[in-house]
């Protein structure tokens, strides 16, 4: 099992920036994938932004060159930098790994941009 823990979440003004973090822990061994994706009420999740062995990134449309994700493999945490941010980003924002072929989740941090 590998566990994922976000923190980073909050509220913040239009215009503003946040930077979520996600430490994964247990068998950690033979992780090749880690994101973000996101969820916003009355919509179905979405990715965000995922991140291949520290090389291959790929960014959802509505992130890209506002968002930056980023991989520290020593200590087995993915961040997600969000400039510029928008009230439609507006969500819960799951961490997400894949070992293989199994996917894992985190619970989930609040992204509230309002002013």
């Known amino acids: 099992q590998v566990q994922l823990v976000e923190s980073g979440g909050g509220l913040v003004q239009p215009g503003g920036s946040l930077r979520l973090s996600c430490a994964a822990s247990?068998?950690?061994?033979?992780?090749?994938?880690m994101g973000w994706f996101r969820q916003a009420p009355g919509k179905q999740r979405e990715l965000v932004a995922t991140i291949s062995s520290g090389v291959n990134i790929n960014y959802a449309d509505s992130v890209k060159g506002r968002f930056t994700i980023s991989r520290d493999n020593t200590k087995n945490t993915v961040f997600l930098q969000m400039n510029s941010l928008k009230p439609e980003d507006t969500a819960v924002y799951y961490c997400?790994?894949?070992?293989?072929?199994?996917?894992?989740w985190g619970t989930g941090t609040l992204v509230t941009v309002s002013s």
């Open positions: 997400y790994a894949r070992r293989d072929i199994t996917p894992y």
């Open positions: 247990g068998s950690i061994f033979s992780i090749n994938t």
